[in-house]
């Protein structure tokens, strides 16, 4: 006999889908599937992001902690305090401290994939990354 839990939940990647993300707080293509969603309050929650060749997330800062986790292409993060972006490849983990402005998205030449997971807390979003056209 086979019983359930609800406890767990399993989320197939087919059954997600992945609109564009708002043009407040992204510019030049991306996709934003919203996998995990809260079930407390202040629960954990889980997305995937795809952003084209150069699309960028606006700055912003997280008020509790997050990890992304690259799974395909080639991407930028930059924090305050960073002079240049550092770039990211598939299989980097990225821990992001509550409070510390950010953004990150796509080379120039290459498609972004990464895994967003925030433990707790809300996004507060800031200004465009100069230099990025908007979307």
């Given amino acids: 006999m086979e019983s359930m839990s609800t406890y767990f939940r399993v989320v197939p990647e087919a059954s997600v889908p992945s609109p564009a993300g708002s043009p407040d707080t992204f510019a030049g293509g991306v996709w934003q599937a919203d996998i995990l969603d809260r079930q407390a309050p202040d ?27 690259v799974v395909a292409g080639h991407g930028l993060i930059q924090w ?10 598939p299989g980097d983990w990225v821990h992001v401290e509550p409070g510390v402005p ?21 996004t507060q979003w800031g200004a465009r990354v100069e230099g990025r056209p908007p979307a």
């Fill in 43 to 69: 629960g954990l929650r889980g997305h995937r992001f795809t952003y084209a060749p150069g699309g960028r997330s606006n700055w912003h800062v997280h008020t509790g902690e997050q990890a992304l986790i």
């Fill in 102 to 122: 950010h953004w990150h998205g796509a080379t120039d030449d290459s498609v972004f994939v990464h895994l967003a997971v925030t433990a707790s807390g809300e």
């Fill in 80 to 89: 305050e305090g960073l002079d240049e972006p550092r770039e990211l490849q």
